[in-house]
């Protein structure tokens, strides 16, 4: 079975620094695509950050500069650091773990990340 989970989420203040990790069980993690994922109520869901195997790194425009997504392969764990928070960037953040030619897609249960003062 494959299993991700997400962990790190809480509350931070607007400015403030938090770093989500998603462990991954059941596969192998070293030739999958991560991604981080997060929605708001009402929201769509969106891409916030993607990882592939070969170390490549995709982020949406809204994080651009303040996020910083990385992997660890030895570890089966992809990582999000979270700088610079806005409360814009509260929501549940969802690991995502799929291959580039498609197929079976695995996602993490979510962890809330909660920015106010």
């Known amino acids: 079975q494959v299993q991700l989970v997400e962990s790190g989420g809480g509350l931070v203040q607007p400015g403030g620094s938090l770093s989500l990790s998603c462990a991954a069980s059941?596969?192998?993690?070293?030739?999958?695509?991560m991604g981080w994922y997060r929605q708001a109520p009402g929201k769509q869901r969106e891409l916030v950050a993607a990882i592939t195997s070969g170390g490549s790194t995709n982020y949406a425009d809204s994080v651009k500069g303040r996020f910083t997504i990385s992997r660890d392969n030895a570890k089966n764990t992809v990582y999000l650091q979270m700088n610079s928070l806005k409360p814009e960037d509260k929501a549940v953040y969802y690991c995502?773990?799929?291959?580039?030619?498609?197929?079976?897609?695995?996602w993490g249960q979510g962890t809330q990340v909660t920015v106010a003062s």
């Open positions: 059941g596969s192998i993690f070293a030739i999958n695509v």
């Open positions: 995502k773990q799929s291959r580039p030619q498609g197929g079976r897609i695995y």
